[in-house]
T-cell receptor, first 111, second 115 residues
Framework: EDKVVQSPLSLVVHEGDTVTLNCSYE??????LLWYKQEKKAPTFLFMLTSSGIEKKSGRLSSILDKKELFSILNITATQTGDSAVYLC???????????FGKGNQVVVIP | DTEVTQTPKHLVMGMTNKKSLKCEQHMGHRAMYWYKQKAKKPPELMFVYSYEKLSINESVPSRFSPECPNSSLLNLHLHALQPEDSALYLCASSQDRHRGAYEQYFGPGTRLTVT
């Protein structure tokens, strides 16, 4: 059975802090790992990581994958209140389109 | 354009009603998905369509019936639902080329309440 484990499940930070979110996985036929941000409605796509050690960046967000140790991290620097959301990690299986989600990291950024 | 649209945004239905949820995308994606999401839980996959054919059914009860009339549209027909089926129903789409890895784009969801 697939396992996608995110930690911490919940955290509260102040504006300007740096946040590091973790996602570890044990899945058969791993293809890629994806990060999504979910506020009140639909998850919005952030990153897809397929190769180890290659950092992906978008503004204050960055992410990296370690396929040997089976985990990924998502970093948010200089956090803002608009970063408050649930961050979902999901693993894509090779050969089909199945996404297995973790439970999410709930981030609250207070002014 | 990475937009997936869903209608209706909200739906309240009784246990004897029949209703349908609709999803549309114009990104040329050939894979489309239905997910169910309960409060404070991650999305759970229900169905996957690949090139308009059902490729994955995650043992979903038959009171949920998916349909993919063409490559841009995805429906979910609902009949004789139970109150525990109340949830946010999300549609998603992605490219689908052999052995490729493609991100899924989600629609805004339909908030379903079964009374």
């Amino acid at each position: 059975e697939d396992k996608v484990v995110q930690s911490p499940l919940s955290l509260v930070v102040h504006e300007g802090d740096t946040v590091t979110l973790n996602c570890s996985y044990e899945v058969t036929n791993f293809r890629s790992l994806l990060w999504y941000k979910q506020e009140k409605k639909a998850p919005t796509f952030l990153f897809m990581l397929t190769s180890s050690g290659i950092e992906k960046k978008s503004g204050r967000l960055s992410s990296i994958l370690d396929k040997k140790e089976l985990f990924s991290i998502l970093n948010i620097t200089a956090t803002q209140t608009g970063d408050s959301a649930v961050y979902l990690c999901a693993v894509l299986h090779y050969g089909n389109n199945r996404l297995a989600f973790g439970k999410g990291n709930q981030v609250v950024v207070i002014p | 354009d990475t937009e997936v649209t869903q209608t209706p945004k909200h739906l309240v239905m009784g246990m004897t009603n029949k209703k349908s949820l609709k999803c549309e995308q114009h990104m040329g994606h050939r894979a489309m998905y239905w997910y169910k999401q309960k409060a404070k839980k991650p999305p759970e996959l229900m169905f996957v369509y690949s090139y308009e054919k059902l490729s994955i059914n995650e043992s979903v009860p038959s009171r949920f019936s998916p349909e993919c009339p063409n490559s841009s549209l995805l429906n979910l027909h609902l009949h004789a639902l139970q109150p525990e089926d109340s949830a946010l129903y999300l549609c998603a789409s992605s490219q689908d080329r052999h052995r490729g890895a493609y991100e899924q784009y989600f629609g805004p969801g339909t908030r379903l309440t079964v009374t």
